[in-house]
């Protein structure tokens, strides 16, 4: 699995971990389980 995610994250020019968070916070998003204060969301290092 791991291999995978890293091959997807450096298709997307992502980090591995950067690809993780990533498909975290779009599982997060689907499921709408977002906090509604996004100032805590590590989103905004980007």
Same mark, same amino acid.
Do not use: H
């Given at each position: 699995?791991? @291999?995978?995610? #890293?091959?997807?994250?450096?298709? #997307?020019?992502?980090? $591995?971990?950067?690809?993780?968070?990533?498909?975290?916070? #779009?599982?997060?998003? @689907?499921? @709408?389980?977002?906090?509604?204060?996004?100032?805590?969301?590590? #989103? $905004?290092?980007?």
């Amino acid at each position: 699995m791991l @291999k995978a995610i #890293e091959k997807w994250a450096a298709d #997307e020019f992502r980090s $591995t971990n950067g690809q993780l968070e990533w498909m975290l916070n #779009e599982s997060l998003k @689907k499921a @709408k389980r977002l906090p509604k204060n996004k100032s805590s969301n590590s #989103e $905004t290092k980007d």
